[in-house]
């Protein structure tokens, strides 16, 4: 052979070798992608019919055994007690229910691990999904997955108070809840709504119907006290059928103290700031037909402007009257009892000249120089108001905020 040829042969070779070699790379590669993306052992046999090399015994399953109530894929749960996470032959380490939204549902787990349930209520018309995990005795763990959806209720209840938040209120203040519909599942509804102030004052709850619940601490809030309701009534049955609606909070501060005492014997009004007596004030209160209430009350309602009419009132003895602007009015009950400006009478430290409510000397129009007009403007809505020595009755405590008449044993 010649040079040439030889030459020609030596590069054919290598040309042959490094095709070898790509294709061996590419048989390798392949391979590599095969094995990456097998999920089973290799099954291929020795041609003598023993096992391959990789053959490797099933793995090792959880004793465990989870379960979820309601099952996947359930509809129209009730967001109350239906829900419950349980495990046989092993312990819960962890469960985690969460809305669409991604909203942790607060539950906890047995202490013996056995079963999870919520803390309370879950939301209605809600997709939610279950992830749980437990272990065995052996330590191996068993997983779950599921969902369900919460009912949609055919009926909801509105549930409105006297409470704005951000506003300063008085030391008497009383939250009072109203609903739209009546509530048959009152404890429940209790443990729906809840205080935190910022002193730890304790708040306890009285019904006063089936739609009327106002709360109070057993003393007058403290001064400076910032206080949190949250209402917590998603998903509450508060009577079979009708549920409550979606969770809020709401918050409002305690101002200074202002407590003004009423003597209907003396026609005078002593105002008490932060415990000390800052002016005594002539007033007219009651007659002897149509007399005041006796009791603590509470300023629930302030209008500089308002009109009372005889036929807006029941039980009121003589002369019907229809006065359209009374001015700085300030409402203690419901059943029409005010502290008043009044500028059509004189008997302001006299004698008791007035239909139940408690009048002060003002001018027509309103006068903020005059002795009602300093005084409204100086008062906040639950700031109280006693009065004393009257010929009438004792105020009911749900007339209006009187809930601090009655003990703290009956609230």
């Known amino acids: 052979m010649d040079p040439v040829q030889a030459a020609a042969a030596a590069r054919g070779s290598s040309q042959v070798r490094a095709g070898y070699r790509r294709t061996a790379a590419a048989l390798l590669a392949g391979g590599v992608l095969v094995l990456a993306t097998a999920c089973g052992p290799d099954d291929t046999s020795k041609a003598d019919g023993s096992g391959g ?24 749960v009730a967001p109350s007690g239906a829900v419950k996470v349980s495990v046989a032959d092993g312990k819960l380490t962890q469960v985690t229910v969460a809305d669409k939204g991604g909203n942790k549902v607060a ?19 809600m997709l939610y999904k279950v992830n749980a995990q437990a272990v065995d005795a052996a330590g191996l763990q068993s997983a779950l997955d599921s969902s369900f959806t919460t009912l949609t209720p055919a009926k909801t ?65 403290k001064s400076g006290t ?20 979606k969770n809020s ?65 029941s039980n009121v003895v003589g002369a019907e009257y229809d006065v359209p602007d ?9 059943s029409g009892t005010y502290v008043h400006g009044n500028y059509w009478g004189n008997a302001f430290g006299v ?10 000397q003002d001018g027509k129009g309103g006068d903020d120089n005059s002795v009602a007009g300093k005084f409204y403007n100086s008062s906040l809505i639950g700031d109280v108001v006693i009065i004393k020595n009257s010929k009438g009755r004792t105020v009911s405590g749900s007339n209006g905020l009187s809930g601090w008449t009655m003990p703290w044993s009956s609230w």
């Not at 539950?107 to 209520?121: K, Y």
């Not at 205080?195 to 709360?215: I, M, N, P, Y």
């Not at 149509?290 to 009372?308: A, L």
């Not at 009015?329 to 419901?334: F, I, P, S, V, W």
């Open 351 to 360: 004698s008791n000249a007035s239909h139940g409510c408690v009048g002060l």
């Open 157 to 221: 209840v509105a549930v409105n108070d006297n409470v704005t938040t951000g506003t300063t209120y008085g030391v008497g203040m009383i939250v009072s809840v109203n609903f739209s519909k009546a509530v048959s599942h009152k404890d429940d509804v209790l443990k729906g709504i809840t205080f935190e102030a910022s002193d730890g004052t304790q708040v306890k709850g009285h019904w006063f119907s089936s739609r009327r619940l106002d709360f109070r601490p057993e003393q007058y809030w």
């Open 249 to 313: 909070d709401e918050a409002f501060t305690v101002g200074r103290s202002q407590i003004s005492t009423v003597d209907a014997s003396s026609d005078k009004m002593t105002v008490s700031r932060d415990g000390q007596v800052v002016q005594t004030i002539p007033i007219t209160a009651g007659n002897d037909q149509n007399p005041s209430w006796n009791g603590t009350m509470t300023i629930e309602e302030k209008d500089r402007v308002t009109r009372m009419n005889s036929a807006t009132v």
């Open 107 to 125: 539950g906890a787990i047995a202490a013996d691990g056995s079963s999870w349930t919520p803390s309370g209520p879950l939301a209605v018309g």
């Open 326 to 334: 009374v001015p700085h009015a300030m409402r203690l009950t419901d």
């Open 53 to 76: 090399p990789a053959a490797s015994a099933s793995p090792k399953l959880s004793a465990a055994v989870l379960s979820v109530s309601p099952k996947d894929g359930t509809d129209d």
């Open 226 to 245: 910032n206080v949190k309701i949250h209402f917590r009534l998603a998903g509450t049955e508060v009577a079979t059928g009708v549920y409550g609606p």
